[in-house]
């Protein structure tokens, strides 16, 4: 069975430009979680899908940031237009259920670097 | 809010060396609590599990209890292996409350070299 896989691996872009990070997620499985971690600091929760809805959108950090994910199989992250402190690694996870004891299934994370 | 503490690192033994990792969490609810791993180059997997208080998780010769008096859940490993050299996060999921029960909270990760 495939994991989860994230593409690109990595980016590099200028500030003020635009950039679309996807997540497979495992097949079958309902949710998708985005998260980022910034500067060696904690990995911060971004948003939440079930399907192709939006459970819990709390964590993004301003409207620049953009989440889809049509037909509830795999998710798109668009930084539009990205900033400096944007660069970090994002990371994608999805579960089959949305229980707190479900195990979330990472992907390798896409690291951005903005400049 | 929910929040996670994790010892400070890095953290650097010799190869057979006891290895703990200290981690405690603020929660609403009842969460459950993980260990996750990145090895170099990899992405995040779960390391080992609890989900009420006085389990134990175990995995690969690791374990953590969950500890509710102490709001506790640290990571011990009798002998560590250079192989073992990664970073580990501890992290939650609360129950109670919130529109997102699988939310994950992290601690800040600690990494952790293995000398031969």
């Known amino acids: 069975e495939a994991g989860v896989t994230q593409f690109p691996s990595h980016s590099v872009i200028e500030k003020g430009q635009t950039v679309t990070l996807r997540c497979d997620p495992i097949?079958?499985?309902?949710?998708l979680y985005w998260y980022r971690r910034v500067m060696g600091k904690e990995i911060k929760f971004l948003l939440h899908?079930?399907?192709?809805?939006?459970?819990?959108e709390s964590g993004m950090p301003n409207n620049r940031f953009l989440a889809e994910r049509t037909g509830g199989t795999y998710s798109t992250l668009k930084v539009q237009p990205a900033e400096l402190e944007d660069s970090g690694v994002y990371f994608c996870?999805?579960?089959?259920?949305?229980?707190?004891?479900?195990?979330?299934?990472f992907g390798p994370g896409t690291r951005l670097t903005v400049l | 809010g929910n929040s996670v503490t994790q010892m400070e690192g890095p953290v650097t033994l010799s190869e057979e060396a006891f290895l703990t990792i200290n981690c405690t969490y603020t929660?609403?609810?009842?969460?459950?609590l993980f260990w996750y791993v990145q090895y170099p180059g990899e992405g995040l997997q779960l390391l080992l599990k609890?989900?009420?208080?006085?389990d134990k998780g175990s995995n690969k010769g690791f374990e953590a209890t969950y500890r509710k008096e102490t709001t506790s859940f640290h990571l011990e490993k009798g002998s560590v292996q250079v192989s073992d050299s990664a970073v580990y996060f501890c992290?939650?999921?609360?129950?109670?409350?919130?529109?997102?029960?699988?939310?994950?909270?992290f601690g800040q990760g600690t990494i952790l070299t293995v000398h031969p």
């Open positions: 996870a999805s579960s089959p259920s949305q229980w707190s004891t479900d195990t979330q299934y």
């Open positions: 899908f079930v399907k192709e809805s939006k459970q819990d």
């Open positions: 097949s079958g499985h309902d949710n």
């Open positions: 992290a939650l999921s609360d129950r109670a409350g919130g529109t997102s029960y699988g939310k994950l909270t």
């Open positions: 609890a989900t009420k208080a006085d």
């Open positions: 929660a609403t609810g009842y969460p459950s």
